[in-house]
């Protein structure tokens, strides 16, 4: 443009300034985004933020507490045997599996071990706690990608493992079963093969959603390649279970430690998958799922004859010293520090949880990925808030 006169010298430097105004207004800091404290991707009250270019996130920092519930001075206030009815609410869906880590180092400290028997059964009662915990995820990961369907199943299938649950402890989701020195009671009549029933048809929902969602090309779409944890950053993080398995690395404390329970009396895998992807946490979950009934199956034919009570005293005063117990609950390695200074409670007791230190990766994970991901990765990476806030 030539410019000539005054008034179209005016014009030009009024367009261009115009011009200028509208580039100020259009132009944006970025977005933060409150994902939660209610939200479906995060499995109860916890709260997400992240910040935002366009689509993608720049940042990311879970924030959690909201259900705080003191557990660990909760269980400094009461005796031994109340702790399990306590304890069994931190990860609600592995309910009977929080229960065991702490029973055992309540056994260390007293020098107490139970019976056969009694270590079998609650070996028993571990895996399904396993199976009711991760078949929900198994269905609860369809609904996060939009396929309803899968989650129905999962709830059909997993009343099965409540009923048994609920048919030898009377309770379907806090079953207080576990005792210092052994178990509450032994398994009702019939008990047995109603269970090895069940276990068929957990193996049957395994295929059907290996069938359903699995096979799916939007499923694969929206996970394959999405949110990879290289085993090397996993394990900086402290990740465990089969988050930390998806990424190749083969830990499994049920295997690779020395435990008074009965898995070393059966013949079973531990599943690994190298991709490190949510698709590689989803299909070890699965085959988790499967290889438990297999367990469960052959700890109930070798199940032995005896007594499923040691012998303690009636009030329970555990010796003066410390205990550290681990096991491989559902969601990863839980343990309980226990210091014990002769009372009838635990004068100090430290919960190591798995939820806890699987999220604390996310403001590593999370960060590059699109929105819809975020959803993928929380729901991939699987955790409970009672897990996570104790």
């Given at each position: 443009m030539t410019v000539t006169t005054d008034w179209q010298k005016s014009a030009y430097i009024g367009g261009q300034a115009a011009d200028a105004r509208i580039n100020v207004e259009l132009e944006t800091e970025g977005m933060t985004l409150n994902l939660g404290p209610q939200h479906p991707a995060t499995h109860g009250t916890l709260r997400i933020v992240v910040r935002l270019d366009g689509e993608q996130v720049v940042w990311a920092e879970p924030v959690c507490g909201y259900m705080h519930r003191g557990y660990e001075k909760l269980c400094e206030v009461r005796?031994?045997?109340?702790?399990?009815?306590?304890?069994?609410?931190?990860?609600?869906?592995?309910?009977?599996?929080?229960?065991?880590?702490?029973?055992?180092?309540?056994?260390?400290?007293?020098?107490?071990?139970?019976?056969?028997?009694?270590?079998?059964?609650?070996?028993?009662?571990?895996?399904?706690?396993?199976?009711?915990?991760?078949?929900?995820?198994?269905?609860?990961?369809?609904?996060?990608?939009?396929?309803?369907?899968?989650?129905?199943?999962?709830?059909?299938?997993?009343?099965?493992?409540?009923?048994?649950?609920?048919?030898?402890?009377?309770?379907r989701f806090h079953p207080n079963f576990d005792r210092i020195g052994g178990i509450k009671e032994d398994l009702p009549k019939g008990w047995i093969d109603e269970c090895k029933g069940a276990m068929k048809r957990q193996r049957a929902f395994c295929d059907e959603i290996e069938d359903l969602l699995m096979g799916n090309e939007i499923f694969q779409t929206r996970t394959r390649g999405i949110g990879v944890i290289p085993a090397a950053v996993g394990l900086e993080y402290g990740l465990s279970g089969a988050n930390i398995r998806a990424s190749g690395v083969d830990w499994d404390i049920r295997r690779d430690e020395d435990s008074p329970l009965a898995w070393k009396h059966a013949d079973w895998k531990v599943w690994t998958h190298p991709d490190g992807d949510s698709f590689a946490r989803y299909w070890v979950r699965l085959q988790e799922v499967r290889e438990s009934t297999y367990i469960v199956e052959q700890l109930l034919d070798g199940l032995p004859a005896g007594s499923i009570q040691a012998k303690v005293p009636r009030i329970i005063k555990v010796p003066a010293g410390e205990a550290w117990m681990h096991t491989e609950n559902p969601l990863g390695e839980m343990g309980y520090y226990v210091v014990s200074q002769g009372g009838l409670g635990p004068y100090r007791c430290k919960i190591r949880t798995p939820s806890f230190n699987n999220i604390s990766i996310l403001p590593w994970l999370l960060k590059g990925v699109y929105v819809p991901d975020v959803i993928t990765i929380l729901a991939s990476l699987y955790f409970i808030l009672g897990d996570i806030d104790r």
């Open positions: 005796t031994y045997p109340q702790v399990t009815t306590l304890i069994n609410r931190i990860d609600w869906l592995g309910h009977f599996a929080n229960e065991v880590p702490f029973i055992l180092a309540a056994e260390q400290l007293m020098g107490v071990e139970a019976p056969p028997r009694a270590q079998y059964i609650r070996t028993i009662f571990f895996e399904l706690a396993r199976q009711a915990n991760l078949g929900l995820f198994l269905g609860d990961m369809g609904v996060q990608l939009g396929a309803i369907t899968p989650v129905f199943f999962a709830f059909r299938d997993r009343e099965y493992l409540l009923n048994l649950m609920e048919a030898a402890t009377g309770g």
